[in-house]
Nanobody, 126 residues
């Protein structure tokens, strides 16, 4: 059974950086696409960034393009989200999710992912 655990969240000032990690156990991530999603209080969950099983294709929300970078280390069974130039609007609970899928990904929707972590809080505030 695939289990995902997020880490790396916390409190950071505007303009700062954080790196989130999503560690998997139970199965190898080699055959799984991975996504990062976030949900702020009172808002719907939104896709932040997704990456294909090989890492060859990625997808980003317009609001984070140029600031966030998704990457994966299949040898470590871990996916990362590097977040730079953070803004207060980035404050949310961040979740990673996985779905067994090979090949190119063209979108990043939560309904495409069946395995979810418990989330990690990111707060951007001065």
């Amino acid at each position: 059974q695939l289990q995902l655990v997020e880490s790396g969240g916390g409190l950071v000032q505007p303009g700062g950086s954080l790196r989130l990690s999503c560690a998997a156990s139970g199965v190898t991530l080699d055959y799984y696409a991975i996504g990062w999603f976030r949900q702020a209080p009172g808002k719907e969950r939104e896709g932040v960034s997704c990456i294909s099983s090989s890492g060859g294709s990625t997808n980003y929300a317009d609001s984070v393009k140029g600031r966030f970078t998704i990457s994966r280390d299949n040898a470590k069974n871990t996916v990362y989200l590097q977040m730079n130039r953070l803004k207060p609007d980035d404050t949310a609970v961040y979740y990673c999710a996985a779905e067994g899928r090979l090949g190119y990904i063209s979108s990043c929707h939560d309904y495409d992912y069946g395995y979810w972590g418990q989330g990690t809080q990111v707060t951007v505030s001065s």
